[in-house]
């Protein structure tokens, strides 16, 4: 169940915030929903929103590591429930917690047990270009309390947005991604000239990752509303290219892995699309076995008139 819901409210805009879930469910700007949420949700992961997962993805959900097949994979049910413990909680942020147990997919009788931590808080920070806009911080703690030697876990951020946009993600020296499902088609992503762009159509699937060497820790998803105005989900965290990974494709499992994904849905889990990020790594058995994630979302609307400035201020990155 979703269970008890909490609104924060600010002069331009909402946040709906779902503490038994542990995630922010829908955000608000001038009477316009930015995240996907699941209309017919009844039970089960895909509620929507903006939640926290655990990877790599290889260990803890797909039951084969030879092809992609949903029939073959499992999302753990304590891993995205209603089980988050609510330690703090006002009108403008929330703090909860938990403690899971994950089965390694690979090998019988291996796993870890976890402690996550995740915090959400509103903020007054500035937002040039957007003509109205919301700000929520988030921070997301993961601590190994046992588990088996060798195995890794990260943090894995998953926002949900609806079909009809793009994924623009900033990024240094070659563009470059992979692919994690069937190749993305050439006409559903373009390079931009240090800007990749990813079309969310919630018809083709795919899901395509980009290292922390090339990556600028932002991302944001744009989508136009038709009033000359853009839906505006906009994000930065901290991309560290000398620390490891562990989110990779299937046929590449030891490399260093992403930290900036894009999925497209197909229509077979509701039509929407996401964008991911993960942090660093840990390993079981090593001595650091903590570590916090932080980012900033702008949740905003952008006047057409503004768009160039918009798009050189927050993703070009004009000073960097």
Known sequence: MLGEMTTWKSKNG???????RGRILQAQVGGQDAFWVNGFWRKGW???????????????????REEVDFNRYEVQKNLDDDNWKVSHLDDKSCYVEKKINLKYQHAKGQGVRLSLERGFALSEMAAPH???????????????????????????????????????TPYRGESSFRNYFQPITDDLWENRKAVMAFDITGKYQYKIGISPKISKGRLAYVRELGNDQYMVVYRELFSQQWRPYCDSPMDEP????????????????GGFGEFEHHSPSLT??????????????????????????????????EGD
């Open 14 to 20: 909402l946040l709906i915030v779902s503490p038994d």
């Open 46 to 64: 895909n509620v929507g929103g903006d939640r926290l997962w655990v990877g790599p993805e290889l260990s803890w959900f797909w039951k084969t």
């Open 130 to 168: 957007f003509a109205r806009h919301i700000v929520y911080t988030t921070e997301n703690k993961l601590s190994i309390r046992e588990g088996s030697p060798g195995l890794k876990v990260d943090l894995w951020c998953i926002t949900q947005i609806p079909a009809g946009g793009v994924v623009y």
């Open 254 to 269: 030891d490399s260093q892995g992403d930290v900036i994904q894009v999925y497209n849905d197909n229509g077979d889990f």
């Open 284 to 317: 079981c058995g090593e001595r650091n076995n903590s570590l916090t994630h932080s980012n900033v979302t702008i949740v905003g609307l952008v006047h057409k008139k503004s768009w160039n400035d918009w798009y050189r201020y927050w993703l070009v990155g």
